[in-house]
């Protein structure tokens, strides 16, 4: 930090002053007027240094407050002016944040179908001084397999692709580049001949500046747990890069519906509190999962309503059906304890009520462990449909979380903001008409709100449905969404084969909720759940004609990502986003623009419920009835979807520019 | 109000002269000094103190110090003399107008140069100069051999 004391000869002149009084008050009979020689020997002398010690805590003062500190500092060095901001929150424990590295897929050409591996110290220069390296924690590996042909019209082999999450070497926004040949790579394969990005990479985040550090100040003075607004936001900013925002939505607001008690009595519902939502505006990063169609999943909501006993048939005999009661006595922390069941799902398989699942899911135990168990309908005892001899409770009731459901795959948890493509990758020798001529998978282009139709045909594309089954729970590491692609007659065409769901999550969002719902930082009377925002899935396509003095033309592409990014960056909250903002975004942006022709905007919200309602507008964006053009007709106060839930998100598919 | 103390400038011996130093703040201890003594302090610190030498004041001084060790002749000598003693007497004047606590025996009324003998083989020059206080008190400041050649 450069800082610098100046001192005028009119500053000299007052310290001397000062200096004056004080000696004529210490030494009464001195004579310290100007001319003098005690002036000389006792004012003058020290006047200077006076002055400079009076500017020296001059400035201290000023660099001490941050109402101030810009007058202090040379503003023309903004390093000095974000150190001596630094310095000052630093008694806050505000520390500015490094920044981030931004993540993104990078596409790969090779001229032979081989096992590729790719060391983690390999080196891909998108152009000089922009180098990205693997994202990975060791060698990646990509199997053959999963190289995908390229063909031409000839049917010919032109070269196979394949993907490479790849990562910044460096924090810094420069690195969100836009899609592009890399200029250059370390050789890691002979037969690889070019990497190349064909969706704009997005994440990084640089240094802190002085005007965000300022931003978050008001918090710095807060507890540093999660109790409140501003203590959640002081604490989750403190110990995270790249939350562009935080809302806290608790006891008392519309948007809380986790807290909701309902059954009390018929149509009554209750708050009851002790809920909090956190939901968190981060950049957005793409990454995809590969799950078996029909196998068994692990609930991401870590609810064990599943019962099995494979020694057991509970279709045969004397049937258990919804309504008994499985009566545990042994196996769990708490015995004897009741469980309702709700569905039989299979003759060994059992589900149980939500409202009451299973304390612990004793097949996740090491060693698994099983529950005694009978079933009646009964009480006390609830032995009268399944028990040993005698009324004895059988010992080999598992309970679990792992449901395995035809047609389906479970997703991870955590925020699915939208899905970018969704395909079988090895798909069979019949689905053939399906199968796409540029990298042989079988696509879903199709999303529905209800079981994807068998009648789907090669030029409609075949369909998928999104079911979130805990819609207060959506966008949170506690979602459970089933992607289905069985269909309405053939629920098992596609299981045992792997479908891959590419799709946008929100960077870094484990980690947070790792953090919020860690037992050291968890508020021990609360549930607290991090969460994204509602997506909204911004769609349009814009025609434009330039100017008759404009001499080049513009890049496509170019154009699309900057209504892209104007749509990813804008707050709702201030302002809806409208056709005109856009229109003025374009003749902003690029001055050679005339006319933009009229459009319309088409906008997915993509409900709690995993449901896409569907909008259009010609003017303002708004989920309103008014607008919805398809979809289902949900109440979204009670799904607590708001405009402060909301999050408008736009990508390169969605948004296509034409110059006429 | 009584006057307040100075700090006494003395004129050093001629035995003792260190270089062409010839005033002092005292030869064992520091005496204060007030009254008719105090003006012809100020008045003689002022004649002494070469023109731009105090960096609080750039303007203060003569260039009678000056003459010091240059290669002027004796006659542009007594001239600058003249013109220094001339101009100090306005400083001090400019400085103690509108003062009311400068007592009336450190007031200056006027200074004069009342001897100017010129020394061939320095060459140089010694000087007298009468200096006068409202209260009609007078007393006068030696300058004594100022050589005019450079050493």
Known sequence: MSTQVTVTSQDVALAANFLEQFLTDQVNEGDFTAGTALRDLAVNALAA????????????????SLVTVQQAVNTSDPDALKDAVTAILSNFFIAPKSGRKARGFAVGHSSRQIDIFIPVTTKFTYSQGLVFVVDATDTLFIAANQLIPIIDADSTVLDY???????????????????????????????????ESTAKFSGGLGLETVDE?????????????????????ATLEDNFDGIESILTIGYGDPEMQRDLVPAVAPHLKFHVGGMTD????????????????????????????????????FTGGSPVETGDIIHVSAGLTTVPAEFLIVEVIDATTLLVSERSPFPVATDEANPPTTVSYTIGRVGPTYNDVRAGLGGIPLATGVTSRQIATSGRITMPGGPVMDIIDVAI???????????????????????????????????????????????????????WMEIVVGTDTNQTRFDTFHLRVRYRTLAAFADIDSFVRGRLERVTAAFQLPRGHHPVDVRMGIQYSLKSTATTTLNNNDVAQAVIDFINSFDTLAAPIDVSAITQLLRNTFPTIGVVEPFTINYDLRAPTGEVMSYATSDVVRITPTKQISGPTLDLDDIGVTDRTLRYIANAAGVTVEAL | ?????????????????????????????????????????????RLLTP???????????????????????????QEILQISVFDTAEAIRNTQAGRGDVPDDERLASAEITAFLLIEEAPGFAAQVQIRNVANQGLTVVLPTLSVVSL
Do not use: C, W
């Open chain 1, 278 to 313: 956190i939901y968190l505006r981060m950049g957005l990063v793409e990454t995809e999962f590969v799950g078996t169609v029909g196998d068994v999943f692990a609930r991401p909501d870590e609810v064990s309503v599943m019962f099995r006993d494979g020694s057991q048939n």
């Open chain 1, 425 to 479: 990758t090895d798909p069979a020798v019949g689905e053939a008409s399906f199968k796409s001529s540029l990298d042989g998978f079988v696509h879903f282009p199709n999303q529905v709100n209800t079981t994807p139709a068998e009648s789907a045909t090669p030029d409609q594309g075949l369909q998928f449905e999104v079911i979130v089954h805990s819609p207060p729970y959506a966008q949170s590491a506690l979602q």
């Open chain 1, 213 to 233: 550090i300022l931003a978050r100040a008001p918090t710095a003075v807060s507890v540093r747990n999660l109790i409140n607004d501003r203590s959640i936001v």
């Open chain 1, 49 to 64: 240094v006076v002055a400079f010690v009076r500017g020296d805590a001059t400035l201290i003062r000023q660099m001490q």
């Open chain 2, 51 to 77: 023109t731009g030498t105090n960096p609080l004041d750039l303007t203060e001084g003569t260039q009678l110090a000056n003459l010091i060790g240059s290669n002027v002749t004796a006659t542009d000598a």
């Open chain 1, 161 to 195: 692709e394949f993907r490479i999450p790849l990562v910044a070497s460096q924090t810094g926004d420069a690195y969100n580049v836009d899609p592009s040949l890399f200029s250059n790579f370390d050789r890691f394969s002979p037969y690889v001949t070019r990497i």
């Open chain 2, 1 to 45: 109000m009584p006057s307040r103390f100075d700090v006494n400038i003395q004129i050093v011996p001629a035995a003792q002269y260190t270089g062409m130093g010839f005033y002092s703040f005292g030869q064992t201890r520091s005496l204060g000094v007030r009254g008719i003594n105090k003006l012809v302090n100020v008045f003689a610190k």
